[in-house]
């Protein structure tokens, strides 16, 4: 089993920067591919990056050249790093993570609980 924090949200202006955490711990063998999801009340969660176990990254158009996803597979950590934030970022945001709990097993997605973000006009 696998748990996954989330930290580093809060309140900015627009323009402004955070950068979002996410700690996997647990009993498990691996992480693979890992990413930050968000969602907005009363809406569809959606995709904000991901990022492979040796690096590949992919974002979401609307945060391309903001934001930057990062990992430290020794630490079982990602980050996000968001510069230029916009009203419209503001969201839960989640760490997802896919997780092996064992050589021979599939993975399986563990997701953290969520940290508000909120960007201020």
């Known amino acids: 089993q696998a748990q996954l924090v989330e930290s580093g949200g809060g309140l900015v202006q627009s323009g402004g920067s955070l950068r979002l955490s996410c700690a996997a711990s647990?009993?498990?063998?691996?992480?693979?591919?890992m990413g930050w999801y968000r969602q907005v009340t009363g809406k569809q969660r959606e995709l904000v990056a991901t990022i492979s176990r040796d690096g590949s990254t992919n974002y979401a158009d609307s945060v391309k050249g903001r934001f930057t996803i990062s990992r430290d597979n020794a630490k079982n950590t990602v980050h996000l790093q968001m510069n230029s934030l916009k009203p419209e970022d503001t969201a839960v945001y989640y760490c997802?993570?896919?997780?092996?709990?064992?050589?021979?097993?599939?993975?399986?997605?563990?997701w953290g609980q969520g940290t508000q973000v909120t960007v201020s006009s």
């Open positions: 997802n993570g896919n997780v092996k709990t064992t050589p021979w097993t599939t993975s399986k997605a563990y």
């Open positions: 647990g009993s498990f063998f691996s992480i693979l591919a």
